[in-house]
T-cell receptor, first 109, second 117 residues
C-alpha cells in the first residue's frame, strides 16, 4: 500500500535549525512536494524534488533519497512566522498526490 | 489515519461538457470540505469551502455558477465543472476537516486531473 510517515509535532527555538523528516512508500514515484500550511489558510508550495539530492531555496532546503524513500525539509534561522504545519506529499505513478498528515511545527522565542 | 478519496483520478472531456468530481471522507465525518486547484509547482489555490447541508463559500474570482459544489452528506462533497473549457484543465484537490476549527487537521485527497480538449 501507499504510506507516508512524518512526525506529528516538533518544537524548535527561534533562530535555530529544524529538520522535518518524511518517509514514504508509493506505487511508482513522480517527485515529492513540500507544502507549508498556516491554520485557516491554503497550503503554500515550498519545494518539489524529483532527483536525489539537496535543493536549497533561501532559508528552506529539501532533500530527497529515492532509493531510501526518504525526504527532509530543513528550515534555517527559524522565525516565529514559520510556526505552521508542513505537509510532505509524494506523487505516485498515476500522478496522484499521497499526503502525509503533516508536521505541526511550534517555534518558541 | 483519516483517508480522503477522490473520483475520478483522471478525466478527459470535450469542451462544453460538464464534469463531476467526488470527494469522500472514508473513515470520518467531515464537517467542512475544501476544494483547491493546483497549478504545476505552485501553491494550492482555494476555490471554495463547503459545510455539510449549507451553500459553499466561494473565494473571490471563482465563478460559483461554473464550479458547482454540493456537500450533501458528512462524507461526500462534489465539484461539478459546468461547460468546461480548456482553461479549466487543472489538478483539482479536495480536503476534509472533521472539526470546525481552523487548527483542526485537514486531510487531503489524491487529486483529480482534468483535461478539457
Amino acid at each position: 500500500g501507499q504510506n507516508i510517515d512524518q512526525p506529528t509535532e516538533m518544537t524548535a527555538t527561534e533562530g535555530a535549525i529544524v529538520q522535518i523528516n518524511c518517509t514514504y512508500q508509493t506505487s511508482g514515484f513522480n517527485g515529492l512536494f513540500w507544502y507549508q500550511q498556516h491554520a485557516g489558510e491554503a497550503p503554500t508550495f515550498l519545494s518539489y524534488n524529483v532527483l536525489d539530492g539537496l535543493e536549497e531555496k533561501g532559508r528552506f532546503s529539501s532533500f530527497l533519497s529515492r532509493s531510501k524513500g526518504y525526504s527532509y525539509l530543513l528550515l534555517k534561522e527559524l522565525q516565529m512566522k514559520d510556526s505552521a504545519s508542513y505537509l510532505c506529499a509524494p506523487m505516485d505513478s498515476n500522478y496522484q498526490l499521497i499526503w502525509g498528515a503533516g508536521t505541526k511545527l511550534i517555534i518558541k522565542p | 489515519g483519516a483517508v480522503v478519496s477522490q473520483h475520478p483520478s483522471w478525466v478527459i472531456c470535450k469542451s462544453g461538457t460538464s464534469v463531476k468530481i467526488e470527494c469522500r471522507s472514508l473513515d470520518f465525518q467531515a464537517t467542512t470540505m475544501f476544494w483547491y486547484r493546483q497549478f504545476p509547482k505552485q501553491s494550492l489555490m482555494l476555490m471554495a469551502t463547503s459545510n455539510e447541508g449549507s451553500k459553499a463559500t466561494y473565494e473571490q474570482g471563482v465563478e460559483k455558477d461554473k464550479f458547482l459544489i454540493n456537500h450533501a452528506s458528512l462524507t461526500l462533497s462534489t465539484l461539478t465543472v459546468t461547460s468546461a473549457h480548456p482553461e479549466d484543465s487543472s489538478f483539482y484537490i479536495c480536503s476534509a476537516r472533521e472539526g470546525a476549527g481552523d487548527t483542526d487537521t485537514q486531510y487531503f485527497g489524491p487529486g483529480t486531473r482534468l483535461t478539457v480538449l
